[in-house]
Every structure is written in structure tokens, then in C-alpha cells.
């Protein structure tokens, strides 16, 4: 599930879920047929202009081997993913607000110990799109004793 939620979220693409190897081959084979035919279906003056997007294959993997890296984000998302009622919306919209730990260490330090105060700030902050519990739980995540 994390490796989807960094897929979907902190890279942008759109995660394809298969019911296993058959549906998944499947999947690929209709992709494989549809790139194909957009790229047929261009006119010819089309093509030019698409010619040399695409990158020789041994640079393509170069390039993605470079992607697997973790951020800082990403480890601070799979942190959130593990605190009790905190759903990937949560941790997305932690993200937009804090996308560091450190970041949001800083905003609770800023409310000067209001312990009432930072356990409702994500809530506050997010338009109720946290709510009371979760902000709570990640509040103890970061400044829990």
C-alpha cells in the first residue's frame, strides 16, 4: 500500500490495481495496443514534432533508477501512513501543509506548548479535512511523551 500511496501521490501517476499476473498482462497488452494506435492515428506533420520524445531505452532506465531515491517526504508520509486513523487523503494534506517532519515540529513549536492548541492545529489548518482524532494522533506522533 505504500509503495501505491508514493506512486499515486508523491509521484503523480495514476495506479493501475490488477486482480493478479493474468489481469495485470492483460492490462499491459491493451496499453502496449493503445500507444500504438494514437501513435499511428497522428498525421505525418504530427509525428515530427513527436519525434525523439522518447528517450533509447538504456537512458530510460538510467534515468528511473535515479527515481527510486527516497525524499525526505516520502519518509515522513510512510511515518504518517502508520499512525491510527490517518487515511493517504491525511497524509497528503499533512504533506501540502508540512512536507517535512521538521516543518511541522516547527508549527507546533510555534504555539508555544498550547498542548490544546497544536492538537487541533491540522484540523484547523486543514479545513476539518483531518479530523479531531487524527490531528491529535499526529500531534502525539511528533511530540508524544
Do not use: H
Amino acid at each position: 500500500m505504500c509503495s501505491c500511496f508514493t506512486t499515486e501521490v508523491l509521484e503523480g501517476f495514476d495506479v493501475q490495481r490488477t486482480s493478479g499476473l493474468g489481469d495485470t498482462l492483460r492490462k499491459y497488452g491493451f496499453l502496449t495496443r493503445a500507444i500504438t494506435q494514437y501513435y499511428r492515428s497522428l498525421d505525418p506533420e504530427d509525428k515530427e514534432k513527436s519525434c525523439g520524445v522518447c528517450s533509447p531505452f538504456d537512458e530510460f532506465i538510467k534515468r528511473c533508477q535515479d527515481l527510486e531515491k527516497m525524499t525526505v517526504s516520502d519518509v515522513f508520509a510512510t511515518q504518517l501512513m502508520q499512525v491510527q486513523q490517518v487515511t493517504e487523503e491525511v497524509a497528503i494534506t499533512v504533506l501540502d501543509l508540512y512536507p517535512t517532519l521538521l516543518s511541522l515540529a516547527r508549527a507546533y513549536s510555534s504555539l508555544d506548548g498550547d498542548v490544546r492548541a497544536q492538537e487541533e492545529m491540522l484540523k484547523k489548518q486543514s479545513n476539518n479535512v483531518i479530523n479531531e482524532v487524527a490531528s491529535r494522533n499526529i500531534f502525539q506522533l511528533i511530540w508524544g511523551s
